[in-house]
Each structure stands twice: as structure tokens, then as C-alpha cells.
């Protein structure tokens, strides 16, 4: 069953009501920098509980979407390891969700 159209939108704001319709949740970060309480609290928060709430939760380093701007390689594949180290510090549970590098997924 395809979910409800709108569904990313309300994610991303929280207001998923109990009705909705939600057989996966995706969602990706850009390795842009050091993480910090923007990212914590708009984001990272929701990640955690979403992981306890759903069976098929999806979370990607978004690191192609990073190369919109310029960027030494060597700062870039730092910039995806500490992010996941960040989000693994923070309470992403990889036995609780599938976190992957966009780069290294399949087509």
C-alpha cells in the first residue's frame, strides 16, 4: 500500500497521526560539517524515535548530495565519518535501522 500522499512532509514536521498510512521511513543527512543542536533537535531526535516506533526505517549519509559544492575528498570522507560516528553517539541503532552511505548503495 502506497502511503498518503503528503506523508515526508508531515514526518518532517511530526504530525504523523496514528490513522497514517507509513510502511517505511527514509531519510538522509549531508556530511557538510560537524554536527550540532539544529541537527540534534530538527532531526536526529525524530530519528531515534522513529527507530523505536517502525519496523522499516532507512537513514542515509547523503554524500553525493554534498558535492553541490566544492570539497576536498579527504574533508569529505572525514566529514561522513565523524556524521556517523555523531549519529551513532546520539543513539542511531543500526540493529533498530538500516544507516548506510548513498554513495555505496545499490542501484
Known sequence: MAAPRGVIRALHRGTLTQNSVVDRIFSGIQPTGKLH?????????????LQEEYNSVLYSIVDLHALTVPREPAV??????????TLLACGINP???????QSQGFQ
Do not use: H, P, V
Open 37 to 49: 543542536l539544529g541537527n540534534y533537535f530538527g532531526a536526529i531526535q525524530n530519528w531515534m524515535r
Open 76 to 85: 569529505l570522507r572525514q566529514s561522513i565519518l565523524d556524521t556517523t560516528a
Open 95 to 101: 540493529e533498530k535501522c538500516l544507516l548506510f552511505q
